[in-house]
Nanobody
């Protein structure tokens, strides 16, 4: 049974930082592409960042480039999202997602690429 468990969310002032973690189990983490998505109230789920399994290439949505960093530790089966210079518009529930298929043509930015999702962690940025 695949499980993705997010942690690290919370309340922070604008300009502050948070580090989200997603611990994976039940899948071959080292050959899984991992992604972070977020969903604000009344809005659709939005791609935030992704990291591929083979090359470790990273991808970001434009609004977080230069502020957020995705990384992975295959020894710990964990993916991280370091979020700096947080803004009120970053407020959302953040979800971790896993694509264990080693080869797929679906872009990493699309939710339908990912087969497994965590329960989400709330990030609230106050102004």
């Amino acid at each position: 049974q695949v499980q993705l468990v997010e942690s690290g969310g919370g309340l922070v002032q604008a300009g502050g930082s948070l580090r989200l973690a997603c611990a994976a189990s039940g899948l071959t983490f080292s050959s899984s592409t991992m992604g972070w998505f977020r969903q604000a109230p009344g809005k659709e789920r939005q791609f935030v960042a992704a990291i591929t399994w083979r090359t470790g290439n990273t991808y970001y949505t434009d609004s977080v480039k230069g502020r957020f960093t995705i990384s992975r530790d295959n020894a710990k089966d964990t993916v991280y999202l370091q979020m700096n210079s947080l803004k009120p518009e970053d407020t959302a529930i953040y979800y971790c997602a896993a694509d264990p298929a080693r080869f797929t043509v679906t872009p990493v930015t699309l939710a339908r690429r990912y087969d497994f999702w965590g329960q989400g962690t709330q990030v609230t940025v106050s102004s």
